[in-house]
Nanobody, 123 residues
Framework: QVQLVESGGGLVQAGGSLRLSCAAS????????LGWFRQAPGKGREFVAA????????YYDDSVKGRFTISKDNAKNTVYLQMNSLKPEDTAVYYC????????????????WGQGTQVTVSS
């Protein structure tokens, strides 16, 4: 079992920044990557970014490239998502997930999820 706890969401104006954190605990030895997904009202959960736990390979959706940065701190078992130049369309609940799969883009390959944190961007 892997436990994930997200934090750092909130309300910000368009153009602003937020940093999300995802703290992992439990049996993380088999985890290949931690990823961030988001779900807006009435929409499915969509991929945002992921980072491989051991090597630090990063993966991004095109909609956030150049604005979001994913990073990890293995000593703290924590993954961060730095979000800059936020837009109203970034408004969603953001979820952290853990996967053993090397293909990180689909939510169906993630076995563990956090509870989610709300990000609201006002125009």
């Amino acid at each position: 079992q892997v436990q994930l706890v997200e934090s750092g969401g909130g309300l910000v104006q368009a153009g602003g920044s937020l940093r999300l954190s995802c703290a992992a605990s439990g049996r993380t030895e088999d985890t290949y990557a931690l990823g961030w997904f988001r779900q807006a009202p009435g929409k499915g959960r969509e991929f945002v970014a992921a980072v491989s736990w051991a090597i630090g390979n990063t993966y991004y959706d095109d909609s956030v490239k150049g604005r979001f940065t994913i990073s990890k701190d293995n000593a703290k078992n924590t993954v961060y998502l730095q979000m800059n130049s936020l837009k109203p369309e970034d408004t969603a609940v953001y979820y952290c997930g853990a996967t053993e799969n090397r293909w990180v883009y689909g939510d169906y390959v993630y076995d563990y999820w956090g509870q989610g944190t709300q990000v609201t961007v006002s125009s």
